[in-house]
């Protein structure tokens, strides 16, 4: 039988991007997850109620773990998972920020560090996509060349690819809704959300959605892991804001009652995923 060929490796301007990446937003998630009541102060924005700050923190600490698991692959078919979904997240905050210039800390009266935590922000999603892009497409070239693109059936049993791909959905409807139509669609958000913080949380939603899709047709086991960690890693992060900031929460309505549902459905198609993974690593090694 003839051997099965090694992964494309993962080029080295690919790699310190995520791990860039992964270095900003853990930034951005320490202040919103752990000062959440200093935003206005020490960040780009000012986000209330806090209970939206710790839930945008632990987006962004979990997409850390995944660019950090990216950028760590040994080839591009793991660390694809990380870039895709960071390239679409970005591209969508870079429009977020741009609509909504008006409410971030530009001018001197916000104090310092809320001025240059802005032109940050700003120099950073500005920057990423379009560094992402270039270096994708020199990726790309390598994939090419290599002939190792990966094929075959999805990995995952049907039903778990069934869970991500009803994941997947959610998030990316609600959050293009979100993003469209913040207003209205934050009707059915678990707490109240601004035109900005819903456009946010919009962003965060379908990058998160676009990586469950990802994740549910891999063909790789090597690249279902970074999507399984990443999703156990959220829920964590969001049951522990919900610990400490839950009372914003009516949690009688409709929309905390699917805010937990979805949250455990993620846990448990992370969980799973990753269940999987480690008990057919040794097969796909042999």
Do not use: C, K
């Not at 109620?49 to 995944?66: E, I, K, N, Q, R």
């Not at 791909?165 to 009707?187: E, F, H, K, R, S």
């Amino acid at each position: 039988m003839p051997a099965r060929p090694g992964p494309v490796p993962l080029i080295r301007p690919m790699r310190w991007l995520l791990y860039i990446a992964a270095f900003l937003v853990f930034l951005a998630g320490l202040v919103l997850f752990v000062f959440p009541l200093r935003t206005a102060e020490w960040f780009a924005w000012t986000v209330n109620p806090p209970m939206t700050a710790v839930f945008l923190g632990a987006a962004y600490w979990s997409s850390a773990g995944l660019e950090i698991i990216g950028a760590r692959s040994a080839g591009w078919e793991s660390a694809r998972l990380a870039v895709w979904p960071v390239f679409v997240f970005t591209t969508l905050t870079l429009a977020v920020t741009l609509v909504h210039l008006d409410r971030f800390h530009l001018s001197p009266a916000a104090g310092f560090l809320a001025q240059a935590a802005t032109w940050a922000w700003l120099a950073i999603y500005a920057a990423v996509p379009v560094a992402m892009l270039i270096i994708t497409r020199r990726q790309l070239r390598g994939v090419q060349v290599a002939g190792r693109a990966a094929s075959g059936p999805p990995v995952l049993p049907p039903a778990l690819r069934m869970l991500l791909g009803g994941i997947a959905g959610i998030l990316l409807l609600y959050g293009a809704a979100l993003l469209a139509a913040p207003v209205p669609a934050a009707a059915w958000w678990p707490w109240p959300l601004t035109e900005l913080t819903g456009r946010a949380v919009g962003a965060w939603l379908v990058g998160l959605g676009w990586a469950a899709a990802q994740g549910q047709s891999s063909r790789d086991l090597r690249s279902v892991r970074p999507v399984a960690l990443t999703s156990l890693a959220f829920v964590v992060l969001q049951a522990i804001a919900l610990l400490r900031y839950g009372e914003a929460l009516r949690w009688q309505d409709a929309p905390a009652i699917g805010f937990t549902v979805v949250l455990a459905a993620i846990g448990v198609a992370g969980g799973w995923a990753f269940a999987v993974s480690r008990a057919q690593r040794p097969a796909s090694g042999a």
